[in-house]
């Protein structure tokens, strides 16, 4: 159903590609996923989204398991969705977190050079008037035919990416994107 919606598609890399893949991190990372917190939430994909960019940022120091009280303190500030405003209540998470961090805005010709500097983007996507989804960038590849992808944590899967083709951020899909950066 969520491929249908919010454009997402397998990501399937061919071999010769590789050269244009770029990933915040170089290992396979083990995402939260918003199964993992339904006792404390639901519709908490913007949470979880601040979440994965901090175990991004940490080098998933901690199982996706253990996050259960650091998700706890997030949800406070960005709670059940839709969420359609994540900079600010980010922040002010962040600052009573005492963490290193703050989410700015990003325009949508922003989004690959954050990634390429190494930071996590934030997108929220817009499926219909009421299917609204934060997903966190956390890389881009170019095909053989010089298209652009955006490699996306989608918040269901504890592995792996889903991709969207960069074009597709124009018209019903993209509405906002934001970015943590150290401050």
């Known amino acids: 159903m969520r491929d249908s919606i919010y454009g997402f598609e397998s990501v399937k ?12 991190t170089g290992r396979p990372p083990e995402w939260a996923i918003m199964k993992d917190f339904d006792d404390l939430a639901r519709n ?20 996706a398991a253990s996050e259960h009280a ?6 406070r ?3 059940n969705g839709p969420v359609f405003f994540m900079v600010r209540p980010a922040n002010l998470y962040l600052q009573a977190a005492k963490l290193p961090y703050r989410v700015v805005p990003l325009k949508k010709e922003e989004i690959c050079s954050a990634l390429q500097e190494g930071r996590p983007v934030f997108l929220l996507l817009c ?3 009421f299917h609204w989804h934060w997903v966190v960038a956390a ?11 955006l490699l996306l944590e989608d918040n269901w899967h504890r592995t792996g990416y889903e991709q969207i083709p ?3 951020l124009a018209g019903l899909y993209f ?4 970015c943590l950066v150290v401050r």
């Open 13 to 24: 890399i061919p071999e010769t590609a590789r050269k244009r893949v770029h990933l915040i």
């Open 44 to 63: 908490h994909c913007c949470a979880t989204s601040l979440l994965n960019a901090l175990r991004l940022e940490e080098n998933f120091a901690a199982p």
């Open 70 to 75: 650091r998700f706890a303190l997030i949800h």
């Open 77 to 79: 500030y960005l709670p």
């Open 127 to 129: 499926g219909s008037l």
């Open 139 to 149: 890389g881009f590849h170019d095909d053989e035919n010089g298209a652009r992808h």
């Open 166 to 168: 960069f074009s597709k």
């Open 175 to 178: 509405r906002s994107a934001c």
